[in-house]
């Protein structure tokens, strides 16, 4: 009867062991692009999108008590360049041009 108990005991602690484990990566897709577009307009907008990374550009997407890594197409990217390209892109479908800048 010990044995039973303690057997039961050490696979409880291994299930709540292994819930509370969360992976060093996430596999991520592109967007789908929306099909709805925005009135056509001539006026101008400035949209800035702004690395607060600055001073640590090895910053993470979560580099928390368990960093993780985003992964697309098969490599770790970068968050903001990531999001700045989709950005883009989703705007582009809309109908809106957008000029990038660098600085």
């Not at 099909?35 to 090895?58: H, Y």
């Not at 892109?89 to 809309?94: D, F, I, Y």
Request: with cysteine.
């Amino acid at each position: 009867m010990t044995l039973t108990k303690n057997t039961a005991l050490i696979i409880g602690t291994l299930l709540l062991t292994l819930q509370g484990c969360a992976p060093s990566s996430y596999s991520i897709k592109a967007p789908a692009l929306s099909t709805n577009a925005f009135e056509t307009t001539t006026d101008e907008t400035t949209l800035v999108i702004s690395d607060a990374r600055v001073l640590d550009k090895s910053a993470k997407f979560s580099a928390g008590t368990l960093g993780a890594d985003l992964i697309f197409q098969g490599k770790v990217i970068d968050e903001i360049a990531y999001l700045t390209k989709f950005s883009i892109k989703e705007l582009n479908a809309r109908g809106i041009v957008i000029i990038t800048q660098q600085r």
